[in-house]
Nanobody
Framework: QVQLVESGGGLVQAGGSLRLSCATS????????MGWFRQAPGKEREFVSA????????DYADSVKGRFAISGDNAKNTVYLQMNSLKPEDTAVYYC?????????????????WGQGTQVTVSS
């Protein structure tokens, strides 16, 4: 059974940093990628960042490019999202997700498994 558990969310002032973690268990050894998405109140869930487990492919939403960095530790089955220079508009629930098979774009919303989410709140 695949499980994804996010941690590391919290309250931070604008300009600050947080590092989110997503610990996975039970994922197929040849699963393709991990992604981070977020959903703010009253808005649709949106893509933030994703990377292939091989490390050969990654992508970022324009709104976070240059501020966020995704990384993974295959040995620990964990993916991280380092978030720097946080802005109030980054406030949202952040979800990690697992994509089993390779697709045309990492920005697809059709990930196979999702975590429960972790709240990130950035105060101005």
């Amino acid at each position: 059974q695949v499980q994804l558990v996010e941690s590391g969310g919290g309250l931070v002032q604008a300009g600050g940093s947080l590092r989110l973690s997503c610990a996975t268990s039970g994922r197929p050894f040849n699963s393709y990628a991990m992604g981070w998405f977020r959903q703010a109140p009253g808005k649709e869930r949106e893509f933030v960042s994703a990377m292939s487990w091989s490390g050969g492919n990654s992508d970022y939403a324009d709104s976070v490019k240059g501020r966020f960095a995704i990384s993974g530790d295959n040995a620990k089955n964990t993916v991280y999202l380092q978030m720097n220079s946080l802005k109030p508009e980054d406030t949202a629930v952040y979800y990690c997700a697992l994509l089993i098979r390779r697709t045309f774009s990492l920005r697809t919303m059709n990930y196979d498994f999702w975590g429960q989410g972790t709240q990130v709140t950035v105060s101005s």
